[in-house]
């Protein structure tokens, strides 16, 4: 008997190497913006249209990539009924709003569910950034889907993106999801612009403002991970209403108080790039 430790061989050992990835850009586009919130519900798809609206409204030419494929919202938000066209190599994105579009829901019904796997998932993925052809585009937003799973691991490891939104509600319960996404932007790298506190109160017909889902806690979770607090979007019925008739907010309403705050938002991002 000996009581030498058999050693690992060199292929043994590059196979538990950590693998190496490069963070390709988009083809076609100079930014790539991600909005993510890591909670399902709190309005990212909302904010993430209305954005991409008050970017074009500023005079960029802009791009959204719906990643979210068990939940695409893009189809319906931007009222789109149509199948992209492809030359066998590339998917030309629909153009709606002067807004180049691409979504899964864009390729099967919007009733039919997505019941894939996570290879799957990150082959879709990669065919939305890798094989669609966007064409001079300064910003690509991206909806990203709650979690920190598949998708959230394919972009932040294999895409470049150069900054991203982190969209919440204040009650707790959506913060402790917020703060694992934090978490794990920072863990690979990727750059958080800060964070948005949506539907941060309601107003009512007496003037007076109600915190109904807490107060202060995107705040405090910004400063908590040192971060910065972009600010707060309150509810009103009209977005929804705009979003489900197919028109977001900015661009049926440019003037809307909401539609504002977008654009205040659209012009921070744009004098920090362009």
């Known amino acids: 008997m000996t009581d030498k430790k058999p050693e690992l061989s060199d292929a043994m050992k590059k196979k538990l190497e950590p693998r190496k990835f490069t963070k390709n850009p988009i083809l076609g586009t100079k930014f790539t913006i991600a909005v993510s919130s890591a909670k399902g519900g709190v309005g990212k798809s909302t904010f993430a249209t209305n954005l991409a609206l008050a970017l074009k409204q500023i005079g960029c030419k802009v791009g959204l990539l719906d990643a979210d494929i068990y939940g695409p919202s893009i189809p319906k938000m931007f009222d789109i009924n149509e199948k992209p066209k492809s030359d066998g190599q590339t998917l030309t994105p629909i153009t709606k709003y002067d807004i180049q579009c691409m979504s899964i829901g864009f390729l099967a019904d919007q009733q039919t569910p997505m019941i894939w796997r996570g290879p799957m998932v990150t082959s879709a993925i990669k065919t939305f950034t890798q094989k669609v ?33 982190i969209v919440s509600t204040p009650q707790e319960v959506a913060l402790l999801d917020v703060k694992r996404g934090i978490k794990m932007f920072d863990k690979l790298g990727v750059k958080i612009l ?61 003037e809307h108080e909401i539609s504002k705050i977008y654009l205040d938002f659209a012009k921070k991002i744009k004098s920090t790039y362009l």
């Not at 889907?145 to 900054?163: A, H, M, R, V, Y």
């Not at 040192?226 to 900015?250: A, Q, S, T, W």
């Open 133 to 165: 052809g966007w064409k001079d585009l300064d910003f690509i937003i991206v909806d990203m889907p709650p979690g920190t799973g598949d998708t959230q691991l394919t972009f932040s490891q294999e895409i470049k993106i150069d900054g991203a939104i």
């Open 194 to 254: 800060g964070l948005v506190d949506n539907m941060s109160y309601f107003t009512g017909d007496d003037g007076k403002k109600y915190k109904i889902f807490g107060e202060g806690g995107v705040k405090r979770t910004a400063k908590e991970f040192e971060k910065e607090f972009l600010g707060e979007i309150p509810i009103n019925p009209e977005v929804g209403k705009c979003g489900d008739e197919g028109k977001p907010i900015v661009e049926a309403n440019p």
